[in-house]
């Protein structure tokens, strides 16, 4: 990076830091929860928002966003940013713990603040992540993060945001044990059903000892008790204080994972959501909303149209289902999450209105995060998380100019960028 850029971050970040008051000028504001502004002046006051459309008093900074568009900043719901670099090298991934019921585990303390993969996701307009942990049937906790901040602690803004489950299967392996490649290892048809029921047993069981915990432990009251960590995570969950998110694609699998919700009272979201748009009206009925992953996935049987997934979106706002887009939590999930407004756009272009697409990138993930109080929208009282691009959100040539976090301004250069720097100014052979 030239000396002349740091100088110019440095004190950029200095105005920042010095800056009470901040007043965002001439933009075209999406406030997401509201209408579209125009040339509407965003007041800012000690990262919060205070007041959009008429400022009232003074500030300490002034900025001119003249021809550029105000956004909320973009949230995913799904991810393994922090804890997983590059997915073929084991020591730099740290998704995966040990064993099938792990609700102690929590996903925030795991996370590498100094990961270059956060910068770029910065650059993409992406200003808040839930991650995730993977593995076994419950993975464990999921932490909401901001990306700005030198340590984990500065990083994590809800360390325990969701318990997730992964629901089992509910295709089963119609092969001949005659034609089978690895014949030690075929199951009938029958014994595949077991298997999945017995799991599903499992979960319940799970959940039940979880519950008997929490009654025997108000029991003793303020007397002796045997305090079990694992059971302790989950606490917030069988009280319903916290949502359950359950991982499912197929329909028969979100049919049973609603079910399961609905009987125990649960909060609950659909993470991945492949078929969901079958079960649209279920969904809305029990008022589960999805994590949608599958924009870009090939149908999944012969007799679907083409657009299937693009057009799944459209189907579940149709019927009431909140609809968040995120990459998910694959080899890819923590790279690609720049790329999660292309889904938005395809949707976008396959019936779903331009006002949802864009609240499936910023309010509607913060809903179901149980953060709409402060992200997710433009408005008085909400956080000064914002970004500013020369276009529109869904439109894929667009660039995200400025950034602020709480109101602070971020630099938005990454590895990206610096790489395209050295390699624009590389010596060239003389004609």
């Known amino acids: 990076m030239k000396t002349s850029l740091v100088a110019s971050l440095f004190l950029s970040c200095v105005a920042s830091l010095d800056a009470a008051s901040l007043l965002l000028k001439n933009a075209t504001v999406f406030t997401v929860s509201g209408p579209v502004l125009t ?16 400022a009232t008093g003074g500030a ?21 940013l922090g804890l997983q670099e590059i ?20 996903a925030w303390i795991a996370v590498n603040p100094d990961s270059e993969l956060i910068p770029v996701a910065r650059a993409g307009g992406y200003t808040h992540v839930q991650v995730v942990p993977l593995g076994g049937i419950v993975s464990g906790s999921s932490a909401v993060i901001r990306l700005r901040g030198w340590t984990i602690e500065d990083l994590t803004v809800e360390p325990r ?41 499992r979960i319940d069981e799970f959940f039940d000892q979880a519950r008997a915990y929490d009654e025997a432990k108000k029991a003793a009251g303020t007397g002796p008790f045997q305090v079990v960590p694992a059971w302790e995570a989950m606490l917030p969950f069988v009280r319903r204080e916290r949502p359950v998110w359950v991982h499912a694609d197929e329909v ?33 009925a029990n008022g589960v909303a999805v994590a949608y992953e599958h924009v870009f996935t090939q149908p ?18 149709a019927s009431g289902v909140t609809v968040a887009f995120t990459e998910g939590t694959d080899r890819f999930g923590a790279s690609s999450i720049r ?23 910023t309010l509607y993930p913060a809903r179901i995060l149980g953060m709409a109080d402060r992200l997710g929208s433009i408005e008085a009282g909400r956080e000064a998380t914002l970004i500013a691009l020369d276009g529109d959100v869904l439109d894929i040539r667009s660039n995200v100019r400025r950034m602020w976090i709480a109101g602070e301004e971020m630099d938005l250069s990454s590895r990206h960028t610096r790489l395209n720097d050295r390699y624009r100014s590389r010596p060239r052979p003389t004609p």
């Open 339 to 361: 790329n999660v407004p292309h889904a938005a756009a395809q949707a976008r272009a396959f019936g779903l209105s331009h006002a949802e697409a864009v609240r499936g990138l």
């Open 39 to 54: 040339n509407a002046p965003v007041l800012v006051r000690d990262g919060r928002i205070v007041s959009v459309g008429a």
């Open 60 to 80: 300490d900074r002034v900025v001119d966003l003249q021809g550029l568009r105000l956004f909320p900043g973009l949230i995913t719901p799904t991810s393994v």
């Open 252 to 284: 028969r699998q979100i049919r049973s994972a609603v079910a399961w919700l609905s009987r125990r009272k649960f909060t609950g979201v659909i993470a991945g959501g492949r078929d969901a748009w079958r079960e649209a009206s279920l969904l809305a």
């Open 161 to 201: 945001c969701a318990l997730h489950v992964r629901w089992p299967s509910f295709s089963v392996d119609t092969t001949p044990k005659e034609t089978a490649g690895n014949k030690d290892s075929w199951k009938s048809v029958e014994d595949q059903n077991k298997e999945r029921d017995k799991v599903l047993r």
């Open 87 to 106: 997915d073929a090298l084991r020591q730099s991934k740290d998704t995966t713990e040990v064993g099938e019921f792990t609700p102690d585990v929590a």
């Open 300 to 317: 999944p049987r012969d007799v679907d149209p083409y657009d299937v997934q693009f057009s799944a979106p459209a189907i579940l706002a």
